[in-house]
């Protein structure tokens, strides 16, 4: 059996390549860089530890917790300090502890009177037209108030997505919210009566969901499903050419190598697909999807002496409004999450800079990204003295943006797989930004590659019928529209 080629060796790619090895299908992960994990890695450096992106994995869904026991990584997991729950907003120049039950949001300084109250009209606001694509702004600002853009989503908008709510799609970046109106007619009755659902499922919110890290990073997760996968995995190997042909695909790499493979699939970021060249029998396209928008962002951490922050870092960290006119989106209180990650006495602040609010400032040089970060923290937190520990990171195109009309993105993505047998789409353009969605979209890509692999493998039925999984090209059997059959994608976010 020719190995199935995965097309990039961050999360979702190296998920997908260890699942299909449980279902012995051979793999080969191409990656064009010069390890492995994509966003994900760790440093370890004067008794600090540093996250270049992400600092932890949200356990939303079983599939995560059972990918972490096979990998024998139970012992090395942590779970964040049942200490540091707290979230904070910033207002007035000043973190506000976000209210954690209705009770308290009522008795918070956060919101005025005015919004609370307007808070009361939710259940009884229509749901939007169906033909209508709202903006998450249009969205929030129609059922909770322009009080709840400003100092409560705008900010969680630019702590996840790095991204705008008046360019964000609420339909497609944020699915399950769109869900809750389309299904409840309300998003308060909606949490309430979809709590139980995710509770039969086995799901957690991801505001509920634990978070998860390791002993010494994020890293050690995609450090040990490369040692796992050991030679399937070829770095330094960049895709430039792929071929499909009535019996295989065929893979060429940069280096000129060319590789059989009985499927193909592509986890990488969608931005680099225009290097590709994509061949197939139906003449497609894949280039479009090259428009998808990523931001830049730039990952700034910080130590200090503890007694030099003011603030008691009780919580996960902190979110800042853009109407509160500071460099930073947010700062993680990374030591406060989770252990050793600053030497004793010491703690870490993980600060982001940019996305979609302020591009320019990503792109800084290291000092001064650095200047601006610990500016606002001297302000906000009440931070004095000077850091004992800095490290900047800069994400040239960090996050895909699932804007408004996004849809078109989906479409083709849709329209290729089902005119491309054998070709598979996955990964946070599709599935989701989150580190846990790309682990889901990794194990559900297995999942149909799996499928297909088997159906392929399989003698024709006696009665001549036809693999859903091999279809015939259009008008003869096959059904009109190109989306007719096409597996239903995990919706992330």
Not at 115 to 141: G, M, N, W
Not at 412 to 441: C, K, T, W
Request: net charge positive; aromatic share 8%; charged share 20%.
């Amino acid at each position: 059996m020719n190995s199935v080629a995965i097309i990039g060796g961050g999360i979702t790619g190296l998920t997908a390549a260890f699942r299909l090895r449980q279902q012995n299908i051979p793999v080969t992960v191409y990656e064009a860089g010069q390890r492995v994990g994509g966003v994900i890695q760790s440093v370890r450096k004067e008794g600090y530890l540093a996250e270049f992106g992400p600092n932890s994995i949200l356990e939303t869904s079983p599939k995560i917790s059972a990918l972490i026991h096979d990998l024998g990584l139970e012992s090395r997991r942590l779970y964040s300090d049942p200490g540091a729950e707290n979230r904070y907003l910033v207002r007035g120049g000043k973190p506000v502890l976000l209210p954690g039950s209705p009770l308290k949001f009522f008795g918070t300084k956060l919101f005025s009177t005015s919004a609370k109250l307007r808070l009361l009209k939710e259940p009884f606001i229509r749901r939007a037209p169906e033909t209508r694509e709202e903006s998450l702004a249009e969205f929030v600002v129609r059922r909770l108030g322009q009080e709840f853009l400003d100092y409560a989503i705008n900010p969680f908008v630019a702590g996840v997505y790095a991204g705008d709510p008046a360019r964000l799609s609420v339909q497609h970046a944020f699915p399950k919210l769109h869900a809750l109106e389309k299904k409840y007619g309300s998003l308060i009755r909606g949490q309430i009566l979809g709590a139980r659902e995710r509770k039969k499922r086995g799901e957690a919110s991801k505001q509920s969901a634990k978070k998860i890290s390791f002993d010494e990073g994020l890293q050690v997760l995609t450090d040990t499903l490369h040692a796992k996968l050991g030679d399937a995995v070829r770095l330094r190997s960049p895709v430039t050419r792929i071929e499909q042909s009535p019996d295989c695909w065929t893979v060429t790499t940069g280096s000129g190598e060319e590789h059989r493979h009985a499927a193909v699939v592509y986890t990488g970021p969608s931005h680099k697909l225009a290097q590709i060249q994509l061949i197939t029998e139906r003449s497609l396209n894949w280039s479009p999807l090259a428009d998808i928008y990523y931001p830049p962002v730039a990952s700034v951490v910080l130590g200090f002496r503890r007694e030099d922050v003011a603030h008691p870092l009780d919580g996960f960290g902190m979110l800042i409004p853009e109407v509160e006119r500071f460099n930073i989106l947010g700062a993680l209180f990374s030591s406060s999450l989770f252990p050793n990650r600053a030497p004793a006495g010491h703690v870490t602040l993980t600060c982001y800079l940019g996305g979609v609010r302020a591009p320019k400032l990503a792109l800084l040089d290291a000092e001064a990204a650095t200047e601006l970060a610990i500016k606002d923290l001297r302000t906000i937190l009440g931070v004095k003295g000077q850091p004992t520990f800095r490290h900047h990171f800069l994400f040239s195109k960090a996050i895909p943006q699932y804007e408004v009309g996004f849809g078109r993105f989906k479409d083709l993505m849709n329209q290729l797989e089902a005119n491309a047998p054998g070709l598979f789409l996955a990964g946070h353009y599709r599935d989701g930004i989150s580190l846990s969605d790309s682990i889901v979209s990794g194990h559900g890509v297995a999942e149909r590659i799996g499928k297909y692999v088997v159906a392929q493998a399989s003698p024709p039925a006696s009665s001549g019928g036809v693999s859903p999984l091999n279809h015939p090209p259009a008008g003869r059997g096959r059904p009109a529209n190109p989306q007719a059959g096409t597996p239903a994608l995990h919706q992330g976010a």
